[in-house]
């Protein structure tokens, strides 16, 4: 299911947690990038 067409609070998060769940490692810091800016330190 689409989070824009989820119709509770419940589903949204679902939906969320299935996102996260599906990244590796890559697109995380890919991800973490567009989100928060390119700079991630020396985490890994």
Not at 2 to 14: E, V, W
Not at 22 to 42: F, I, K, N, Q
Request: with cysteine.
């Amino acid at each position: 299911e689409d989070f824009g067409q989820a119709s509770d609070d419940d589903i949204r998060l679902r939906v969320v947690v299935d996102q996260v769940a599906s990244l590796t490692d890559l697109s995380a810091l890919e991800w973490h990038a567009r989100m928060c800016g390119p700079d991630v330190g020396t985490a890994l």
